[in-house]
């Protein structure tokens, strides 16, 4: 469903109770490229990613056309990046009990000072019900980049938030697809490396394979249905190989 004819901004569920909020923006080059936001409709709803602070009238308009902005409890995000977290204040204004939900590290390094409301910090594992969902948090720090970094999946439906893993150019016009994104992805990396290749990523992207998520809720581009654990070891195995 297209919320905003003008920005292109859309919204469609990829898993039960999971919508993909996208909005298509034109790079200077003149492609395309796109970012996603996540919403958990639940008993206490869900964002995961802000999005950046001039997105904030289309996202908040594309989340009013699922339900009330206000009942948002929590807004989540991987780490502290505009993309991520640069709408995080707006949406504290728009809805009176949402809190920010970040990693131990980045409540203490960034966002106890950034939110203007003191952030609910997950430790690795920990996990946060929301009803019918439970959201269960991993510290992946510097994977793929930024010491604060963390990624959640929805123990329920078994959809990984995977923030910039996999993130594919385009507009990302199909919210989910089983085709291949990891090509996609490794060709847009390798024109502007944006991993921070540390010596824990091979053991990280192992771990979360271990999580067996069947889709993949990734923040640029279609979100992924398949064997999930299968395509982590493939994109570790592709870094693997480029160090």
């Known amino acids: 469903m297209v919320t905003n004819s003008q920005s292109g901004t859309n919204v469609q569920e990829i ?4 919508f993909r909020i996208n909005t298509p923006v034109p790079l200077p080059d003149g492609n395309l490229f ?3 936001q996540y919403l958990v409709v639940d008993d206490e709803p869900l964002l995961f990613h802000s999005g950046l602070r001039q997105l904030f009238p289309l996202v908040s308009e ?3 056309s699922v339900m009330p902005l206000e009942r948002l409890r929590y807004v989540a995000f991987s780490h502290v ?5 640069g709408a995080i204040n707006l949406f504290l204004a728009a809805a009176p009990q949402a809190v920010p939900v970040c990693s131990s590290v980045a409540a203490m390094v960034s966002m106890g000072d950034l939110a203007d409301r003191p952030p609910r910090a997950l430790a690795d594992g920990e996990e946060l019900s929301l009803g019918h969902h439970t959201m269960r948090w991993f510290d992946t720090p510097h994977l793929p980049h930024g010491w604060e970094c963390g990624l959640m999946m929805d123990t329920r439906t078994r959809t990984f938030f995977c923030g910039d893993l996999f993130t594919q150019p385009g507009n990302g016009e199909r919210a989910l697809t089983d085709a291949d994104i990891l ?3 490794e060709a847009f990396r390798h024109q502007m490396d944006y991993y921070a290749h540390a010596p824990r990523t091979a053991a990280l992207l192992a771990g979360l394979a271990q999580q067996e ?3 993949l809720a990734c923040m ?3 979100a992924w249905q398949g ?3 299968s395509l982590l070891r493939q994109l570790s195995d592709a870094l693997s190989e480029a160090h």
Do not use: K
Request: proline content about 7%; aromatic content about 4%; charged content about 20%.
């Open 81 to 85: 990046e505009a993309d991520e977290c």
């Open 183 to 185: 090509g996609p992805s």
């Open 220 to 222: 640029h581009g279609s």
């Open 227 to 229: 064997d999930g654990a």
């Open 15 to 18: 898993a039960t109770g999971i």
């Open 213 to 215: 998520p069947r889709t």
């Open 62 to 64: 594309a989340i009013a």
């Open 34 to 36: 796109s970012f996603n």
